[in-house]
């Protein structure tokens, strides 16, 4: 069963763009969530997708946005970039059912570098 | 989700057993401890989770304490490659979302 992929693996942008970055989850699993790392921070929860609806959401501003497809794929946007978006995003998915504990599942992340 | 205390750092000999503490003295009756790891650029690799009582698979085993406030992850015999930063969280089934603390880096030495 192929893990979950995360692309791009690595991205350069400057501030006031913004960013798409993509996440595939292993397949049959129906839950994605988003994490940012920075060595400051650590492992920050961005929000958790559940069938096509956000279910979780973390401490972030609106500048942070994701979406989820009927097929479980998620991508997260991040606009009006910041120098302080600069991060290692990690995508994680599970299979989110009632009555199986939820084990993460995670890719190896997308390196956004902002200048 | 409960908060979680780990020691910011340990090291272990290669080959021998490492014991890693992790403590969740708030932690609710219907949490879960997970434990992850995660080497340099990776994203966290899952390893064990336990409700209250004591599991192993075929990574490392799990230590709950009776009253749930602390456990410990074993790494039988630690190798090289064991050398990363392990995370302990508490989290409710089906909670969607997992905090993570600072971890514990691990480093194993020959």
């Known amino acids: 069963k192929a893990g979950v992929t995360q692309t791009p693996r690595y991205l350069i942008k400057t501030r006031g763009q913004q960013v798409t970055l993509s996440c595939s989850p292993i397949s049959g699993h129906r839950s994605v969530s988003w994490y940012q790392q920075t060595p400051g921070q650590g492992l920050q929860f961005l929000f958790e997708y559940f069938s096509e609806t956000q279910r979780n959401k973390g401490n972030f501003p609106g500048r942070f946005s994701g979406r989820q497809f009927s097929n479980s794929r998620s991508e997260m946007n991040v606009s009006t970039l910041e120098l302080g978006d600069s991060a290692l995003y990690l995508c994680?998915?599970?299979?989110?059912?009632?009555?199986?504990?939820?084990?993460?599942?995670f890719g190896s992340g997308t390196q956004l570098s902002v200048l | 989700d409960a908060k979680t205390t780990q020691p910011t750092s340990m090291d272990c000999a290669e080959g021998r057993a490492a014991n890693l503490p992790c403590n969740h003295s708030t932690i609710s009756g219907n949490e879960y401890v997970y434990w992850y790891r995660q080497i340099h650029s990776q994203g966290p690799q899952y390893i064990i989770h336990g409700l209250k009582n004591n599991e192993t698979n075929e990574m490392a085993s799990l230590i709950i304490t009776e009253d749930r406030k602390s456990s410990t992850l074993i790494l039988p015999h630690a190798t090289l490659r064991d050398t990363a930063v392990y995370y302990c969280?508490?989290?409710?089934?089906?909670?969607?979302?997992?905090?993570f603390g600072d971890g514990t880096t691990l480093t194993v030495k020959p």
């Open positions: 969280i508490v989290r409710r089934h089906n909670a969607g979302k997992s905090t």
């Open positions: 994680a998915s599970s299979l989110a059912r009632q009555e199986l504990n939820e084990k993460l599942f």
